[in-house]
């Protein structure tokens, strides 16, 4: 109940302060379980994915660090977010993600493992691939643009323009085996963040922006 008082509070701020749109929103099915492996420039990138899909059953992974954030870390504690370890594997959070799709939910993650300062995409971690692959589920890339120029357009006393872009779902190659080595997890991850940097502004592609797998899904989109 607590979740949900949150979540209207939110949705109730966003309405008022955010002109938020939503691209791709039919690419999330109900009922059904899905790794949202999104990009990530801001603080605000978490509640604004929370914000753009229908469902309730939707929560993301968040490193610790904003845990004791003033004010942010008790909000998304109250959503009742996952909190990760970015250092090691966090084999507690994994357990709880993987719980949670297990029981149809979606689990938003950041592939990049921290915010890019640059707003340039940085090169993927492993965590959004293994999770996926060990769990079975389908992979929805996202990004989200315009979050970080929230607080200069309040102070101009406008609405904020921000976008939420969903993809469209895809599996990843599963394991013939339990075992999950690191070039299958490699291949994995960059499949997921050319189809990330797919969603973004050519500016924004950063470390992928040449990758010979983004070349290629360019073209599919192109000839399709």
Known sequence: MERKRVMNLLQFLADRLVDLKVTGGENIQDGKAFVVATSHISRLDTPFLMLSTHRQDIIAMVAREYEKAPFFGWFLDKLGVIWITRDGYDLGAFREASTKLKDGWIVGIAP????????????????????????????????????????????RLKKAKVEVRFGKAFMLPQASDERTNKARLQQATDEIMCHIALLLPEDRRGFY???????????EQDSA
């Not at 890019?116 to 996202?142: D, F, W």
């Not at 922006?209 to 073209?219: G, N, T």
């Open 112 to 155: 990049e493992g921290t915010r890019s300062k640059t707003h340039q995409l940085l090169e993927g971690k492993p965590g959004a691939s293994l999770l996926a692959i060990r769990n079975q589920v389908e992979v929805i890339p996202t990004a989200v643009v315009g979050s970080t120029q929230v607080i200069q357009s309040l102070l």
């Open 209 to 219: 922006a040449d990758h010979p797998r983004l070349i290629e899904l360019k073209s």
